[in-house]
């Protein structure tokens, strides 16, 4: 039996995603399911230029970086055109990291000609109609190695793969960072930590942390299988989001000390209530651990 052709082409990209997928323990190991037409960093049997040409059959796209429609050429032809004609061909296609799937940091610099491959900042689609039934989102700055081994291994068996209204996998996109974040007692009972990379406290109010508006499995799948970016005491940035990056980036907009923005599925008056509950009481444990942190 034939194995899936897999072809990872990059647009505007700084390589983190595929320097991330590195990361994976089983690296290599996932890739022998599949047949590699080429990679960014792989010695594989075609060429760019092969795969510019147009020479090359693939099942399934990888696309890393912000995708422009015109102006970005390799080998004297446009990126756009050539990423076009194999999304016609492929039965999968995969947004790998934030600027694939929104823009994200690169749209920034030319917000008017630079989007994801399949939505822009404000959710809007550009081809989404065209390759719906193709599409997976693996948003993230950079994704989670093993988010991207999740969705290969399933394709190369055949499985299907529930996803959301912005074509995440439901499995690593269906909860907020905010959900198993080790910090979650001192967001219950509004305690905040004054500086990053300690070890108590909560990021949320005093820092920015963007995890309760945020969807990933960041706290559930952990780094190195040991860490996130809140257990090492760094606010997280939101960033498989389609807003990221934010402006104020460590700062949680407030009205009279209340979220101006309310964390994903809580009614303002639900936690305006549990706020003030909160705040009516003084948790000793908790300020002891803070005062000597802070000290």
Known sequence: MSKPKLLWLQSISCNGNVHSFFNHPDFFSILSNFELIHHPLLDTKYTLEDVFSKKVDCDILVLEGSFKENGLKKHGVEVSEVIEYYSKKVKHIITAGTCATFGGVFKENDPKNISGFAFDREEKTIRYETYASKLISLPGCPIHPKWLSFVLLMLSKNKKIVLDEMHRPQELYGITVHTGCSRNEYFEWKVDVKGFGLKEGCLFYEQGCQAPYTKGSCNKI??????????????????????????????????????????????????????????????????????????
């Open 222 to 295: 952990l780094w190195n299988d040991i860490s996130s970016k809140t257990i090492a005491g760094t606010p997280c940035f939101g960033c498989t989001e389609p807003t990221f990056p934010k402006e104020n980036l460590f700062s949680t907009k407030t009205n009279m000390g209340i979220p101006s923005v309310m964390p994903l599925g809580v009614p303002r008056r639900a936690y305006l209530t549990a706020t003030g509950v909160a705040k009516s009481f003084k948790i000793k444990r908790f300020e002891e651990k803070i005062i000597n942190y802070d000290n």
